[in-house]
């Protein structure tokens, strides 16, 4: 077996790049999870951004990696993307969320993203068979939300759908949005759709 030291220098080989785009390059040994979120809160980081070259669609990329297992754990937002989106420039960015929820939110991060690219904030609220007649509640609900969030005029999207998993990758099939954000406290959509999954426990 390769000793970790050389490893180590394979990894810094790679990151090299980097080092030359006055990136700050770590190379740390460890349980690939456990490091990410304690070496992101030792440097006191903003966001905590995860590649996800080679999925394809919403449940490859969240369901049972390592993205699904920071995000449940981490104080702080994270981003994957697909790592050959060098060009990222949200115009569309989608809000799951669950706004039966009016407490206050704090979306630093994406009212950085949304002023920064000049995007349109997409609201998405799933809703059950005995919930869709009060569509007109919950739109005001959806609106006043974004305008206590501070979150500009956002445009609500209603969908019948039990599942989140499944409802979110039928949605985005349909509409065509740049960046999609799950909230992940409280009864959140990100909370219900991996309420049976193993790293839930």
């Not at 669950?98 to 002023?115: E, N, V, Y």
């Not at 904030?121 to 919930?131: A, P, R, S, Y």
Request: charged letters at 30%; one cysteine or more.
């Amino acid at each position: 077996a390769r000793s970790l030291e050389v490893k180590r220098q394979e990894a810094m080989e790679k990151l090299r790049p980097f080092q030359q785009k006055d990136a700050q390059v770590k190379v740390l040994p460890g349980i690939l999870t456990d490091v990410i979120l304690h070496y992101s809160t030792e440097i006191k980081a903003d966001l905590i951004v995860m590649g996800s070259k080679g999925a394809h669609g919403l449940k490859e990329v969240i369901a049972g990696s390592e993205l699904q297992q920071v995000a449940r754990r981490a104080l702080i937002p994270v981003l994957s993307m697909k790592c050959d989106r060098v060009d990222f420039k949200p115009a569309s960015i989608l809000l799951v969320h669950d706004f039966s929820d009016q407490q206050t939110s704090d979306f630093r991060l994406l009212k950085a993203m949304r002023q920064a690219f000049s995007a349109k904030i997409h609201l998405l609220q799933f809703l059950n068979e005995g919930e869709w007649h009060e569509k007109a509640k919950w739109e005001g609900r959806m609106r006043a939300y974004a305008e206590q969030n501070q979150l500009g005029t956002g445009v609500p999207h209603l969908y019948r759908e039990l599942d989140v998993e499944t409802g979110v990758e039928h949605f985005i099939q349909e509409q065509d949005f740049d960046l999609i954000c799950i909230g992940t406290h409280g009864r959140s959509a990100w909370s219900r759709m991996f309420r049976s999954r193993p790293t839930e426990r």
